[in-house]
Nanobody, 121 residues
Framework: QVQLVESGGGLVQAGGSLTLSCTAS????????MGWYRQAPGKQRELVAH???????HYADSVRGRFTISRDNPKVTGFLQMNNLKPDDTAVYYC???????????????WGQGTLVTVSS
């Protein structure tokens, strides 16, 4: 069964940048839409950014202007560019996608396992 794999997390100082990537564990046809979520310790998981099948993007107020969600041209990998990071951005970041595994398959929603982003002050 296809899974999503995030990468790019790590430790960064406040004001720094990181780029997260999200790709499928095996070959897929395409990603229809994708969202990046995060969950900080003791808090609920929240939506950070979302991109639709028509490449319309939405951002949480807390990250608008600092984060950018995008996809590659074949629409099989998603990215979250994070600039001017703040300590409050520290969390486990998850990608979630509605993807189509193959031409004969229906689309399905898949979650990644998460990648930790730590921003030091």
């Amino acid at each position: 069964q296809v899974q999503l794999v995030e990468s790019g997390g790590g430790l960064v100082q406040a004001g720094g940048s990181l780029t997260l990537s999200c790709t499928a564990s095996r070959r897929i046809l395409r990603i229809n839409s994708m969202g990046w979520y995060r969950q900080a310790p003791g808090k609920q998981r929240e939506l950070v950014a979302h991109i639709t099948s028509d490449d319309v993007t939405h951002y949480a107020d807390s990250v608008r202007g600092r984060f950018t969600i995008s996809r590659d041209n074949p629409k099989v990998t998603g990215f979250l560019q994070m600039n001017n990071l703040k300590p409050d951005d520290t969390a486990v970041y998850y990608c979630n996608a509605d993807l189509v595994p193959s031409p004969s398959a229906r689309s399905r929603e898949v979650w990644g396992q998460g990648t930790l982003v730590t921003v030091s002050s």
